[in-house]
């Protein structure tokens, strides 16, 4: 079809008539045919603006068939919950079937237009579905011309029954209503009010290993939010520091507790999940939190966001915080983005395997808070996969909609170099390794421990072998 340049194929599922915005006739002289009303077809970027329903769904599919593989979607996020369902019912799961890279960008705009002045400068074509009626249509072009000067296609669906909307993607459903932000619990007499019709304890428990640069800090905020009432202690537990981490954490005031002398009898490990476990046995809190010590920026609305769906909504056993995270590059004076184990790892390996928890933003991120009688269930390995071991469990435990992510802002803190993102990397799959066993009844080989490197320069080989042995942890 070449009509306005637009590369439909035929195979396009109803009849398609395209025409410009010159001459809407077959608004009506054509009811049963996908209507395309354009300023015509441009190679370059594209981006789809929709709401839900029937004509959003015809936007999809005329853009499927012009050979339109990658696509983005911005959504303004309806105020009204249902009429959210319908976009995540009908959009969400019909855009991943079409194309074979979707993105999709939930904005809260104060309206359609705003969000076309913002993203005008970006894109060549912006489509979206029509108005209900026909008489909405020119005057929805002519503002939408007022503040972009690409091409503008509105298209109409060929549907004329109505469509039974399900509830889409639970997955997206999930990330829609239970992930929050550190904002929404910024009022400390709301928590405490919550916190005391719950009668729950509450402990944070700051791990640290060689952090003197940054603990003070650290625990300062958190005697500032203990001082509002939310928190009950705070509690530093030193994996055996040569700096002077655990002299500042006395200093002030606070319990300070080396992991390998608590509970002696039960032996003793090295690693994050081995601190956190035997933390567990230094309070008799009813919901446990642990923070890094490393955060050079940490605000007490890192408390409040990560405490606050816990204490707010009974219903919720879990939270696991997100942050964003600038790495400091100094040598080069540039910033990259953290989370880089779980973009090129956990998160292809999540997809594959442990699609349940696809939704979690930073599923390797160490900020969380528990219920006790959760944690106490759990099997937990002393190294770097406590934090998807413990998310994995908890879903598994008491169900997706049990747990929630917040988002606690920016964070500031340490990166390691690529040598010790690859051996957290090796960690982390002995973790997911175990765990897939066990769920197979044990049957396989015991988990590798060794991980081999062989390095080449100018013709000289360097075999490198370190050994990571995994421990699992119970407290029953």
Known sequence: MDQLNWPLQSSISAPVTVTSFDDLSA??????????????????????????????????????????????????EEKIPQLEDIFVGTIVPEANRLFDQVNIFWRHDQSIYDLIESIAGEYDMLLFGAPLAKSEVLPFYRRIKDIYPGSVTIVRSAATDDEEFDAGDPIFKWVRERTYDAHDFSFPSALRNYKRKLGKKVSVILPALNEEKTVGK??????????????????????????????????????????????????????????????????????????????????????????GPILTYPQIEFVKGYFARPVRVESSGIELGGGRVTEIFARPYINLYLPE????????????????????????????????????????????????????????????????????????????????????????????????????????FEISIKRFNIFWRQFK
């Open 27 to 76: 608004f009506e002289s054509a009811p049963h045919d996908i209507l395309v009303m354009t300023d015509g077809w441009r190679p370059g970027s594209k981006a789809a603006i929709l709401r839900g329903g029937m004509n959003a769904k015809a936007v999809l599919d005329v853009l499927a068939r012009s050979d339109v593989a990658a696509l983005k979607i911005f959504h303004i």
């Open 218 to 307: 650290v625990i300062e905020t958190a005697l500032e939010v203990k001082s509002s009432g939310i928190i009950d202690e705070v509690i530093l537990i030193d994996s055996d520091s040569t700096d002077d981490t655990a002299a500042i954490g006395k200093s002030y005031g606070i319990p300070v507790y080396s992991h390998s002398q608590i509970c002696s009898d039960l032996g003793t490990y090295r690693g994050k999940g081995e601190a956190m476990f035997k933390s567990a046995f230094v309070t008799d809190a009813d919901i446990l939190a642990w923070v890094d010590t490393d955060i050079e920026n940490i605000v007490p609305s890192f408390f409040y966001g990560l405490l």
């Open 357 to 460: 928890l696809s939704g979690y933003i930073q599923p390797l991120a160490g900020t969380v808070a528990i219920y006790r009688h959760l944690l106490e269930k759990m099997y937990l390995p002393t190294n770097y996969g406590i934090e998807i071991a413990m998310l994995a469990q908890a879903v598994k435990q008491v169900g997706l909609w049990a747990t929630c992510q917040v988002n606690l802002g920016e964070v500031i803190h340490k990166s390691k170099d690529v040598i010790g993102l690859s051996e957290m990397a090796f960690q982390i799959l002995q973790v997911l390794h175990d765990m897939n066993m066990s769920q197979k009844g044990g049957a396989g080989k015991p988990c590798q421990p060794m991980l081999r490197r062989v390095f080449s320069t100018r013709g000289h």
